[in-house]
């Protein structure tokens, strides 16, 4: 069964920095590039990191990914209060020949 | 502005249909792939169902599989999801977004979802 695990939560103290895992397989993030998309409380998912480590225009460089293998996780540095967020792993599956997302993971800042 | 707008949810029965419709706006519609994506209340993304510019493919998730047709007007700038024979586990926000400029799978612009009820 192709599945992205994500940890369900969080949790870190403005300025510090954490990291988010997302792990799947050769179907999905061993092959192709990963997305990450942060989700505000009550607002549409907005894209965050895509091809495993770039970040579209607007995104601060406080957010950054890798991928190794079959997982990927996204960091996210400085923390800061509006950063409390859904975050979202996506990738290409090969197997299921669709997009296939992780379970979130609800970051909260303390 | 680049803009997507979804509507046409609501509230139906399990067996029921609808249709939704997600207008573009701001960007060459017909030169994009799209997608839909749905969120059940409380829980996760899940992807439904993916679709390329010219209308000519349609790949779906297994759970909607034979149950949801997608399609597209690219002279109307509008992206279809016809739901047929709708089940309970079907409620969700259902969301439209638009894939990265020469990419298949990026989902770079989101509308604001609008919402499907089965019960």
């Known amino acids: 069964q192709s599945v992205l695990t994500q940890p369900p939560s969080e949790s870190g103290a403005p300025g510090q920095r954490v990291t988010i895992s997302c792990s799947g397989s050769?179907?999905?993030?061993?092959?192709?590039?990963v997305n990450w998309y942060q989700q505000l409380p009550g607002t549409a998912p907005k894209l965050l990191i895509y091809s495993s480590n770039e970040r579209p225009s607007g995104v601060p460089d406080r957010f950054s990914g890798s991928k190794s293998g079959t997982s990927a996780s996204l960091a996210i540095s400085g923390l800061q209060s509006e950063d409390e967020a859904d975050y979202y792993c996506a990738a290409w599956d090969g197997s299921l020949n669709g997009v296939l997302f992780g379970g979130g993971t609800k970051l909260t800042v303390l | 502005e680049v803009q997507l707008v979804e509507s046409g949810g609501g509230l139906v029965q399990p067996g029921g249909s609808l249709r939704l419709s997600c207008a573009a706006s701001?960007?060459?519609?017909?030169?994009?792939?799209m997608h839909w994506v749905r969120q059940a209340p409380g829980k996760g993304l899940v992807w439904v169902s993916r679709?390329?510019?010219?209308?000519?493919?349609?790949t779906y998730a297994d759970s909607v599989k034979g149950r949801f047709t997608g399609s597209r007007d690219n002279a109307k700038n509008t992206l279809y999801l016809q739901m047929n024979s709708l089940r309970t586990e079907d409620t969700a926000v259902y969301y439209c977004?638009?894939?990265?400029?020469?990419?298949?799978?990026?989902?770079?612009?989101w509308g604001q979802g609008t919402t499907v009820t089965v019960s």
């Open positions: 701001g960007f060459t519609f017909s030169t994009y792939w």
């Open positions: 977004a638009r894939a990265m400029s020469g990419t298949k799978n990026r989902m770079d612009v």
């Open positions: 679709i390329n510019s010219d209308g000519s493919s349609t």
């Open positions: 050769s179907s999905n993030i061993g092959t192709y590039s």
